[in-house]
C-alpha cells in the first residue's frame, strides 16, 4: 500500500499531466480554414476529438475530487467491490 505522501504526488503528476494533455487539445482545435477542408482529408475524427476532450476533463475533475479527498482526510466511498470478492 502506498503512502499518503506518495498518493499525493502521484495525484498531482496526473493532474499536470492531465492538464498538459488538455492545453494541446484546446490549441489543436479547428480554425475556420480547417472547417473548409472536406472531411475525408482530416486527420482525425472530429466527434473522437470532442470525445477526448470531454474524457480528459471528466479525468481532470476526478482527480482534483481525490485530491480534496486526500487534503480533507476523507478516504474514498466505497464500491461494494471488496465485500463482493470475500462471497
Known amino acids: 500500500m ?8 502521484f495525484l498531482h503528476e496526473l493532474e499536470l499531466n492531465v492538464r ?4 494541446l487539445v484546446e490549441a489543436d482545435q479547428p480554425t475556420e480554414e ?3 477542408v472536406p472531411s475525408q482529408e482530416w486527420l482525425f475524427d472530429q466527434a ?8 480528459l476533463r471528466g479525468l481532470l475533475d476526478a482527480v482534483e475530487a481525490l485530491e480534496e479527498d486526500s487534503r480533507s ?3 474514498p466511498a466505497p464500491t461494494g467491490l471488496d465485500e463482493a470478492s470475500e462471497r
Open 48 to 55: 473522437d476529438a470532442e470525445r477526448y476532450d470531454i474524457g
Open 34 to 36: 480547417a472547417v473548409v
Open 2 to 9: 502506498s503512502s499518503a505522501t506518495g498518493d499525493d504526488a
Open 20 to 23: 498538459a494533455e488538455l492545453t
Open 73 to 75: 482526510g476523507v478516504g
